[in-house]
């Protein structure tokens, strides 16, 4: 059973690692949300792009490999309801790790001292944390917005990440960013991939799949992560959607050290793959 948040006495006292989805952007201003989360106890900060990278490798190769339809599995509110209501599919659910879950396995291995805890944009990503055994507890934005007020100390300075950068998967929140960054177009043809979100398309399809489609990119939410059920913003997902973008093409041009940069080599010996939408 993982450990409440409810646990967690701010600042953190000991070693913690705080794992952000790039989502973070439409609640949390970058980069002052560095240093407020090392103003309430953390001691490195990550975010998921490099796990989505090295994840995007395991579709490739998966896909390519395949004729049978291949559903995402990053999004656990699919997972969870193709267990539950449409199990006819749980054979379709790829079993590669979620960014989350990936990026955590590489924190785990660089940062073996250090908790981690996984920033999250919804409480589903919760019931995904009990199957992998790398992360520590799971904040949701609303409980992170919370916990920043309530800890208003210290000074805040200009701050950056700490390791495994990575910048084309920050549009990984967007619907269809997996599709987009995992060079899936030199394998699968226009018509053999779909990207649906929003759970009524989603279910919509599964009750009358197209034969055609081999891959299906699917996210519970509608918009992708940045429409997910614990961010604050009352944005507009177009709105959210630009911040992201802003996001992406700001780090572009970031000048990141080259150490910092999330290279396939850092990850050598890490299996991504995962046994959770067999569970
Ligand atoms: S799409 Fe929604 S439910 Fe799925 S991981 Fe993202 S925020 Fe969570």
Do not use: W
Not at 78 to 100: F, G, H, W
Not at 106 to 118: A, N
């Amino acid at each position: 059973m993982k450990k409440s948040v409810e646990e967690l006495k701010f600042p953190l006292k000991g070693k913690y690692l705080a794992m952000l989805a790039p989502s973070f952007v439409v609640d949390f201003p970058y980069p002052k949300i560095i240093s407020q989360l090392k103003n309430i106890g953390f001691g490195k900060i990550v975010e998921l792009t490099f796990g989505a990278k090295m994840i995007n490798r395991e579709y490739h190769k998966q896909l390519k490999n395949s004729k049978k339809l291949i559903i995402s599995s990053v999004c656990p509110g699919i997972v969870e309801t193709i267990k539950a209501k449409y199990p006819q599919y749980r054979k379709n659910l790829i079993l590669v790790d979620s960014p989350m879950s990936a990026t955590a396995k590489i924190c785990k291995k660089t940062y073996p001292s250090y908790k981690i805890i996984f920033i999250s944009p919804c409480n589903f990503k919760k019931v995904e944390a009990l199957n992998s055994p790398d992360i520590d507890y799971v904040i949701c934005y609303n409980e992170l917005s919370e916990i920043i007020k309530k800890n208003k100390f210290g000074r805040i300075k200009k701050d950056s990440f700490d390791k495994f950068y990575n910048d084309y998967t920050k549009i990984y929140p967007l619907s269809g960013g997996l599709y987009k960054t995992s060079h899936l177009k030199n394998i699968l043809k226009q018509n053999e991939a779909k990207v649906i979100d929003g759970i009524s398309e989603v279910e919509k399809f599964l009750k009358k799949p197209d034969k055609k489609i081999r891959f299906l990119d699917v996210t519970f939410c509608k918009g992708g992560c940045i429409g997910g059920p614990s961010i604050n913003s009352k944005a507009s997902l177009t709105e959210k959607k630009k911040k992201v973008l802003q996001y992406a093409h700001f780090a572009e041009k970031e000048c990141i050290p080259k150490q910092e940069i999330g290279l396939v080599k850092r990850a050598k010996n890490i299996s991504f793959k995962s046994l959770y939408p067999n569970k």
